[in-house]
């Protein structure tokens, strides 16, 4: 079956740093990602979108310059929390999928961000 | 805009039992609908798809139907066991004429299966 790895997997950091997330689909090419943010005991809510070779697509309220997204290959997109704050700490999940539209969607495990 | 709702929001029902978990959405052009188990801290583990065109999936003791008309799927489980316990999400894929589709998840419902 298809597999999504994401790293790391837990990460603390201070404020003001950047941290960057890994989304690698392993045996499959991706050409559509999705970054979402899940507050704890809430549900996903989706980030941003985006195709290879392509600028993402942002949702309404979420900041571009904070939240820079990169899908430079068919099975790599990255997503880096720039100058972090604590109310950034939450829990990043990545999605990829082949085509989009009819394409199952295969999930990482998630990162845990900390911002101290 | 699409929505998605689920209810309940959490349940709880001794092992054996069969159980029903309702997925609603307002917006019918959707290419398809998933159902999702996520175990606390821990990323989604797909469990069926429904294409728009379909009515309904099953897996194991699992069973999904949709009712694209009236924005409803519903996720049957038979005989529940304590394993199955863990909150159950359901997410549509929306048709957006203007830009990437788009997925849309549900808030979930919290399952506990009692031995």
Known sequence: ?116 | KQEVTQIPAALSVPEGENLVLNCSFTDSAIYNLQWFRQDPGKGLTSLLLIQSSQREQTSGRLNASLDKSSGRSTLYIAASQPGDSATYLCAVTSIRKTSYDKVIFGPGTSLSVIP
């Open chain 1, 1 to 116: 079956g298809a597999v999504v790895s994401q790293h790391p997997s837990w990460v603390i950091c201070k404020s003001g740093t950047s941290v960057k997330i890994e989304c690698r689909s392993l045996d499959f090419q991706a050409t559509t990602m999705f970054w979402y943010r899940q507050f704890p005991k809430q549900s996903l809510m989706l980030m941003a979108t985006s195709n290879e070779g392509s600028k993402a697509t942002y949702e309404q309220g979420v900041e571009k310059d904070k939240f820079l997204i990169n899908h430079a290959s068919l099975t790599l997109s990255t997503l880096t929390v720039t100058s972090a704050h604590p109310e950034d700490s939450s829990f990043y999940i990545c999605s990829a999928s082949v085509w989009g539209g009819n394409s199952p969607l295969h999930f990482g495990n998630g990162t845990r961000l900390t911002v101290t």
